[in-house]
């Protein structure tokens, strides 16, 4: 049996997580994958109640779990998200973007992922106020830097793929940090023969991500840049509403959308759960992978063909063209599911 928890978020979170807790108790009583969804809170509407965005309790609850599934969070996004990765080590952030038939997407046949280095850069949110200016350190370290490219070689050894890596940074400005990171994967790269390796500075690979997407393979970037990165690859394959993330690191994983808590639609069904569906999906791959578990491995892939089938037969939310309330596609995906 695996102990998930579930953080149910703000904005379109509890939406999604109603979605999710569906299709996971639809996979513990008709397909008999074993398991315990504890729900907790973090976020905005934590803060408000608690007085904390990570309350402790939902920290302890998390901790003693096999894995988390988190939906998005407000405005506390960085008091929460970036507190977890950085406690519980998740140093790969795992963005794969797929293209899913009959989408509203830019290009076809598109299969990447974007591997974000996960711990450092802008994101540890080391800001100083200097008279009437503001400084942001930047910091970029070898040990980092070769975790997160031997992480993106791996993957581009296991998939199905280009077997490609690409790097991608802007060495030509930041010519210590990111000559550090462009280094650091040159290095890796010397250790797997079989996988190609390039370089591409960041506005490069911007505009090549929607001139030819279905070039990349695995795409390894600094944290702020895969941040900014995998919200465009996104859009191209069809919208963050079928973008889903895992943040994976040596024994524990958080998985959840690529997009945030989306204010503007919550509360009006018209949320697309599949980035919850999906990242529940990626989280069921690496509970297999951890666990030498093929039940869990066979549920992975349930989940995705469910998703494919569904939207390959026009039972669409709003955002990809469709008509769909969040659950009456929820359960369009469980029907397929079982
Ligand atoms: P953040 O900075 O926290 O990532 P953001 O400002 O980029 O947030 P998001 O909340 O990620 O904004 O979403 C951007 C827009 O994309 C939303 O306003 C919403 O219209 C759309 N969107 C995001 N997620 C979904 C979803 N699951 N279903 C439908 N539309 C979505």
Not at 123 to 128: K, L, N, W
Not at 299 to 312: C, S
Request: charged share 25%.
């Amino acid at each position: 049996m695996y102990k998930i928890s579930l953080i149910t978020g703000d904005g379109i979170g509890p939406e999604l997580s109603k979605s999710v807790t569906e299709i996971l108790h639809a996979i513990h009583d008709k397909i008999g994958l074993k398991l315990e969804i504890t729900t907790v809170e973090a976020g905005d509407s934590a803060l408000k109640k608690t007085g904390k965005a990570l309350p402790d309790s939902t920290l302890e609850t998390i901790k003693k779990s096999d894995a988390c599934l988190k939906a998005p969070v407000g405005e506390s996004a960085a008091d929460v998200i970036v507190v977890l990765r950085r406690m519980l080590d998740l140093y790969a952030n795992i963005r794969p973007a797929k293209s899913y038939p009959n989408m509203p997407a830019l290009k076809e046949n598109i299969d990447l992922v974007i591997v974000r280095e996960n711990t450092e850069d802008l994101y540890t949110g080391m800001e100083f106020d200097i008279g009437r200016s503001a400084i942001a350190l930047r910091t970029i370290s070898e040990e980092a830097s070769r975790r997160i490219a031997k992480y993106a070689f791996m993957t581009a050894d296991q998939r199905n793929g280009q077997k490609k890596v690409t790097c991608v940074h802007k060495s030509n400005v930041m010519r210590k940090t990111d000559g550090l990171f462009a280094r650091s994967c040159a290095e890796v790269a010397k250790g797997f023969a079989k996988i190609s390796f390039e370089q591409m500075y960041v506005d490069a690979c911007a505009m090549n991500l929607i001139r030819q997407p279905e070039s990349f393979d695995v795409i390894v970037t600094t944290n702020l840049f895969g941040d900014i990165l995998s919200d465009e690859a996104a859009q191209v394959v069809g919208g963050l509403g079928m973008a889903p993330a895992a943040n994976i690191g040596e024994r524990f994983a958080l998985f959840e959308p690529v997009h945030g808590a989306a204010f503007d639609i919550a509360g009006k069904e018209a949320a697309n759960p599949s980035s919850f569906i999906l990242s529940a999906k990626m989280m069921f791959e690496w509970l297999a992978m951890k666990n030498n578990d093929a039940g869990s491995l066979e549920v992975a892939k349930k989940i995705e063909d469910a998703v494919y089938g569904v939207v390959g037969e026009g039972t669409k939310t709003k955002d990809i063209g469709g008509n769909k309330t969040t659950g009456e596609f929820t359960q369009q995906v469980i029907s397929k599911l079982i």
